[in-house]
T-cell receptor, first 117, second 116 residues
């Protein structure tokens, strides 16, 4: 079955450490996204990539980095520069549902919950 | 200004009854799409329904329907015959097609609890 796989599901980090969250998709989607979700809030865009070897900053990119060396993979690194990294991170990719032009539907992974100790 | 506003932090509904979750949006883009997502306690985001700005009829997908009132800039989700499995967070989102990037702007969500 096609989908998006995020790992790890839970991750604990000590202050000052970098951590990398994995996101892999087998949907053959070109565009991929990373969102952050804090309790009681919606999703905020960290980074997105429309194509391999290209990516753009979202609304809250400071303290994060990404790479897009392969179409299937879009890992997110949470660096020590991120002041408050404890959050739920969602990876997504976009594809056309096909029933209406423009109805591109963002498909999400199951998420990774990062806790800083 | 908020692109998407969901004013109901929490809602309760009796099993088998219908419930409406409110969503208003703000855009000057004439071409946009509105989405609803469900987020159960597991955390994943599940796409429910889509409405394009040029659609003449309200979208429906099974028990879900979208009450689209363009002049009021509202896109309320109606869930009919509620089930216990409908208990979850619900997010309204919007994409502005002319500004590109395929980004979706999300509201803060509504937590729906279905009571047996």
């Amino acid at each position: 079955d096609g989908g998006i796989t995020q790992s790890p599901k839970y991750l604990f980090r000590k202050e000052g450490q970098n951590v990398t969250l994995s996101c892999e998709q087998n949907l053959n989607h070109d565009a991929m996204y990373w969102y952050r979700q804090d309790p009681g809030q919606g999703l905020r865009l960290i980074y997105y990539s429309q194509i391999v070897n290209d990516f753009q900053k979202g609304d809250i990119a400071e303290g994060y980095s990404v790479s897009r060396e392969k179409k299937e993979s879009f890992p997110l690194t949470v660096t020590s520069a991120q002041k408050n990294p404890t959050a739920f991170y969602l990876c997504a990719s976009i594809g056309d549902r096909g029933y209406e032009s423009g109805a591109n539907v963002l498909t999400f992974g199951a998420g990774s919950r990062l806790t800083v100790l | 200004a908020q692109k998407i506003t969901q004013t109901q932090p929490g809602m309760f509904v009796q099993e088998k009854e219908a419930v409406t979750l409110d969503c208003t949006y703000d855009t000057s883009d004439p071409s946009y799409g509105l989405f609803w997502y469900k987020q159960p306690s597991s955390g994943e985001m599940i796409f429910l329904i889509y409405q394009g700005s040029y659609d003449q009829q309200n979208a429906t997908e099974g028990r879900y329907s979208l009450n689209f009132q363009k002049a009021r800039k509202s896109a309320n989700l109606v869930i009919s015959a509620s089930q216990l499995g409908d208990s979850a967070m619900y997010f309204c989102a919007m994409r502005e097609y002319q500004t590109g990037a395929n980004n979706l702007f999300f509201g803060t969500g509504t937590r729906l609890t279905v009571i047996p």
